[in-house]
Each structure stands twice: as C-alpha cells, then as structure tokens.
T-cell receptor, first 110, second 115 residues
Framework: TQLLEQSPQFLSIQEGENLTVYCNSS?????LQWYRQEPGEGPVLLVT?????EVKKLKRLTFQFGDARKDSSLHITAAQPGDTGLYLC??????????FGAGTQVVVTP | DAGITQSPRHKVTETGTPVTLRCHQT?????MYWYRQDPGHGLRLIHY???????DKGEVSDGYSVSRSKTEDFLLTLESATSSQTSVYFC??????????????FGPGTRLLVL
C-alpha cells in the first residue's frame, strides 16, 4: 500500500513571506495532483504533474516533481491571506481514483 | 463551478440507524466518487462509479454501499451507522477521459455526526 506523507502538518506565516510544503511517497506516483481546500468546501485542483523533474508555475505557486517521481514540493512566493487553506497532494491512478496525503494546513496572517 | 450538490449538508443520527447521502451532478460526467475526510487522514475513497449501475469499492468501503441508477445521481448508504462513521463526506465527479490526469470536481461536503 502506498503511503503519502506531507510535511509540515501545519505552517503559520506572515503575509509576504515564502513557504514550501512537501509530499513524499513510498512508491512512484502514477500522476501527482495538488489540491487546495478552504474551510467548509471541497478540495480544488491546482495542478497535475506527470513527468519526473517537471516544474509548473501557477502565478505565485511553483510545483516541482522529483526526478524519481516519488516526491514533490509546492512553493508559494510572497504569501497572501488568500493562500490560507489545507494543501493536499494526491496520487491519481489510471481510473482517476485518488489517494491523498493528510495535508498541510497553511495559515497566512496579514 | 461544476454543478455538484450534496444533500443533506448536515446530519445528526443515532448509532444503528440507516443513513443515505445523495450526490447530484448536472455535468453529465461518467465517473463519480465518494470520499470521507477525517483529521490526520486526508480524504479516503469509499466507493466509486464508472457508469450507471457500475460501481466498485475503494480503500474504506466496509459498512458502506452505493447505488447509481441515473448518470446524475450517486447515493451513499450507511446500512447501520456507527460512531466511527462520523466524518465529512465528499462527492466528486470527473469525465474520466484523462487516464488519471483529468480534473476531479468536488462537492461542498456533508457533515455527518453519529451519536
């Protein structure tokens, strides 16, 4: 059974600071997806990465996929209060079934 | 926003009673999923459907059953609710054409408390 570990579990920073959260798998990802979930809502897909070494950027968010496809990081530059949320990584198999990590709770204070 | 609704949004029930949660979509997507979310576990897949009357088990299916008689509706039933099934339940949909790389859209969730 694949194990997904996310770190840290909780991160609290001031507006304007940078942050990085990590996702590590015990086995190779089929494809890796990052989601953000706000309180009282369902997760929303941010990005899908498939190829080892891949880097994707979404405004102030940078996603990196490890060369061996067993780890990933999400870096936020100049965080804003709107970036507050639970960041989840997930492995998506060919049926679209998702296996999630436990998530990193990010709080950005003004 | 993808057209996904879940009902009820909140429910309190007693141990041993049956409970049915409904997921309704207006996107005509083929795939539908039920997840539960608990602190420290992220979201875990309960059951999924890849078409009308086609369903399969997920990671944590014990104590749950599902039915899909129409494309737009996916029902999750707790035959005899237990306190361990207290959780937030999310429905998700996808068109399934991306071989695992497609977007899954999540509903707003149902918060269930079993006393």
């Amino acid at each position: 059974t694949q194990l997904l570990e996310q770190s840290p579990q909780f991160l609290s920073i001031q507006e304007g600071e940078n942050l990085t959260v990590y996702c590590n798998s015990s086995s190779v990802f089929s494809s890796l997806q990052w989601y953000r979930q706000e309180p009282g809502e369902g997760p929303v897909l941010l990005v899908t990465v498939v190829t080892g070494g891949e880097v994707k950027k979404l405004k102030r968010l940078t996603f990196q996929f490890g060369d061996a496809r067993k780890d990933s990081s999400l870096h936020i530059t100049a965080a804003q209060p709107g970036d507050t949320g639970l960041y989840l990584c997930a492995d998506a198999d060919s049926w679209g079934k998702l296996q999630f990590g436990a998530g990193t709770q990010v709080v950005v204070t003004p | 926003d993808a057209g996904i609704t879940q009902s009820p949004r909140h429910k309190v029930t007693e141990t041993g009673t049956p409970v049915t949660l409904r997921c309704h979509q207006t996107e005509n997507h083929r795939y539908m999923y039920w997840y539960r979310q608990d602190p420290g576990h992220g979201l875990r897949l309960i059951h999924y459907s890849y078409g009308v009357k086609d369903t399969d088990k997920g990671e944590v299916s014990d104590g749950y059953s599902v039915s899909r008689s129409k494309t737009e509706d996916f029902l999750l039933t707790l035959e005899s609710a237990t306190s361990s099934q207290t959780s937030v339940y999310f429905c998700a949909i996808s068109d399934g054409r991306g071989a695992g790389q497609e977007t899954q859209y999540f509903g707003p969730g149902t918060r269930l408390l079993v006393l």
